[in-house]
Nanobody, 119 residues
């Protein structure tokens, strides 16, 4: 049974930092990713990392501020968020699957963790 559990969310002031963690159920995935969804908005892609090459991909809105990484066992993925802005406020979801294009229909998803950035 595959399970993804996010942690590390919370309340932080603008300009601050948070690190989100996503613990997987002891298996590796082709791609690990982070998405977020703000109230009244569609869920959007944030960042992804390849299990085989460690190559990364970021949304333009977070590029240069967020860093996605994975532990040596590739069972935990992290999202280091620096220089946080109020517009980063959202529920952040960990996802894992074969590729980004099919993540929404074929991937595994965590329950989400709330990130709130105050101005």
């Amino acid at each position: 049974q595959v399970q993804l559990v996010e942690s590390g969310g919370g309340l932080v002031q603008a300009g601050g930092s948070l690190r989100l963690s996503c613990a997987a159920s002891g298996r590796t995935f082709y791609v690990n990713a982070w998405y977020r969804q703000a109230p009244g908005k569609e869920r959007e892609f944030v960042a992804a990392i390849s299990a085989s090459t460690d190559s990364t991909l970021y949304a333009d809105s977070v590029k240069g501020r967020f860093t996605i990484s994975r532990d040596n066992a590739k069972t935990t993925v992290y999202l280091q968020m620096n220089s946080l802005k109020p517009e980063d406020t959202a529920v952040y979801y960990c996802a894992a699957g074969r590729n980004i294009a099919t993540m929404s229909i074929g991937g595994f998803w965590g329950q989400g963790t709330q990130v709130t950035v105050s101005s």
